[in-house]
């Protein structure tokens, strides 16, 4: 088995914890992933919204569950929980969707939304189609400019060589999660 077979074979999977875990870049890869037709469109942007949304959920579940913990209020502290917050106050509907596309707030919006009183349905619907609109984007921008991004990673080394990197660190990442699990559960 080759190389463009593993990323055929495993480059969803890795899509799909990639885009919850890293965001935009895996995304983008994701889209020259397409071009290069190790995998199709459709199924790129499912990976995509799916690790996006499933991450999400799981920091807002996370925000509302330990909302009253001293972690959470340590980064309720933080300023930019603050500005995530009084955003969401004003806009939240506009927040929900598009937290995901502002720099700096990805990961601590939704653990901000669910400290908020805003329903877990609402969160879910809004954050649903959010996702969907942007894997969709990142996908068809990494396809789009393919070609660029493949002629700045030539110069850095090849494709393969970052495909490798990247499913390495989320292989890692997994099975850390799955280490720091069962030893908490022990």
Known sequence: MDLQDLIARYGLLALLVGSGVEGETIVLLGGLMVHRELFGFGPAVIAATAGSFIADQVFFALGRRYRDTAFVRRIRDKAAFQR???????????????????????TVSPVAIGTTSVSAWRFLAVNAVAACVWATTFISLGYLFSQSIEAVMGRIGSIEHWAIGVAAVVLLMVLAIRLVRRRRAS
């Open 84 to 106: 995530a917050l009084q955003t969401f106050e004003r806009y939240p509907n506009s927040f929900i969707f598009g937290f995901r596309f502002l720099y700096g707030l990805r």
